[in-house]
């Protein structure tokens, strides 16, 4: 071969090498670039994922939308978390209503307030709960486009029967100058009774409180009110034992405008549960089912409740419509729910 024939060669041999380097970098730089895209997706999957807004994402979420405002913190008593109401910032037309609380046609349906112990009848979309001790938040649902109708804390109470005033009399004469006092000490009645005219103070019954023995010593001190002028009784409940959860019946479709105008489906409602600090929510029953009724057992540590489904496909749910019967057994480390039928 000649000299000038090899020359030649030899440079595009040389540059068909460079070219395959350039070519082998700039695959393995852009197979590089696709496996951090892949990863960023993964990781904004899982965060997407999570049950509850983080922190960071909470005052945003309510500020960047216009139809709900954060509304004054609710305390809830041996509840260390203040629970901050999500709500609507519009009023709702009603030129029906006569409630006290309508302005103009227009009635203001934010509301939170306690019905029974621990039980609340509430309009709102949603919650932030504070851990008091931390200061981290979480938000219940990660939108706020449910309203949430009334929230129960279960818990097993115990009962107080006191006598609070300084001095009883009867006749018109002070015995010992002291009040009578009917308490609990360990799960035991400590009770004040009136025998012939006389006051035994601090004796201890050798039975557990129940219903029973409260509405009996009531009775008896009703009864020798009337005849010795003895006055100031009153039964004071108090939490026994905190069961550290939440349970919410929610409307999942408040807005909606159904074609057929016969249907009530949007008007029914779904149950829910959390932890006490807003974290771990579930729904307790299938879609396409609707709360019909609840019942709380404090005695058995259960909650039951019972549901519907439109099983005539209507679009009404009557009576005419299947019943889901279901417990939550609160005696278990986590209570899970359970359906039942005989």
């Given at each position: 071969?000649k ?6 060669l030899l ?5 068909l090498?460079?070219?395959?380097c ?6 393995l730089e ?6 951090s895209?892949?990863?960023n ?11 509850h ?11 960047s ?16 978390y203040l629970?901050?109401?999500?709500v ?7 030129k029906?209503?006569k409630?006290?609380i309508s302005?103009?046609?227009?009635e203001e ?7 029974s ?24 649902f990660k ?8 929230i ?43 025998i012939?005219?006389?006051?035994t103070?601090?004796e201890?019954l050798?039975?557990q409180l ?5 509405e ?5 001190l ?9 006055t ?13 959860h939440?349970i ?14 016969k249907?009530n ?10 932890d006490?600090?807003g974290?771990?929510?579930n ?37 005419k ?10 005696n ?11």
């Amino acid at each position: 071969m000649k000299k000038s024939t090899v020359l030649p060669l030899l440079s595009v041999s040389l540059l068909l090498s460079l070219t395959a380097c350039q070519n082998a970098e700039k695959s393995l730089e852009k197979s590089s670039k696709t496996q951090s895209s892949t990863s960023n997706s993964n990781n904004q999957q899982t965060t997407n994922t999570e049950d509850h807004t983080s922190d960071s994402s909470i005052n945003s979420n309510i500020d960047s939308d216009p139809m709900v405002k954060l509304d004054f913190p609710q305390l809830i008593d041996d509840i260390p978390y203040l629970l901050h109401p999500i709500v609507p910032t519009t009023a709702v037309e009603n030129k029906m209503s006569k409630s006290f609380i309508s302005k103009g046609g227009y009635e203001e349906i934010n509301f939170f307030y306690e019905s029974s112990p621990y039980h609340y009848q509430t309009h709102i979309n949603n919650l932030i709960f504070e851990n008091l001790k931390t200061d981290t938040t979480t938000q219940l649902f990660k939108h706020n486009n449910f309203v949430i109708k009334s929230i129960f804390y279960p818990y097993i109470p115990k009962k107080q029967l006191i006598i609070n005033k300084k001095i009883v009399k009867i006749d018109g004469q002070a015995i010992n100058g002291q009040a009578v006092e009917v308490q609990t000490v360990n799960g035991q009645v400590v009770d004040g009774k009136i025998i012939e005219g006389q006051i035994t103070e601090g004796e201890t019954l050798n039975t557990q409180l129940t219903d029973e023995n409260i509405e009996k010593t009531l009775q008896e001190l009703t009864t020798n009110t009337a005849k010795h002028k003895l006055t100031d009784f009153e039964i004071k409940i108090t939490p026994k034992q905190m069961l550290k959860h939440f349970i919410y019946q929610v409307n999942e479709q408040a807005d909606a405008k159904p074609e057929n105008k016969k249907s009530n489906l949007h008007k029914q409602l779904a149950l829910y549960m959390s932890d006490e600090n807003g974290e771990n929510l579930n729904k307790l029953h299938p879609d396409g089912q609707y709360l019909s009724d609840t019942k709380w057992m404090p005695t058995l540590k259960r909650f039951y409740f019972i549901t519907q489904s439109d099983s005539d496909g209507n679009g009404i749910i009557d009576n005419k419509d299947k019943y889901h019967n279901y417990l939550i057994d609160f005696n278990a480390e986590k209570p899970i729910v359970k359906s039942y039928s005989f």
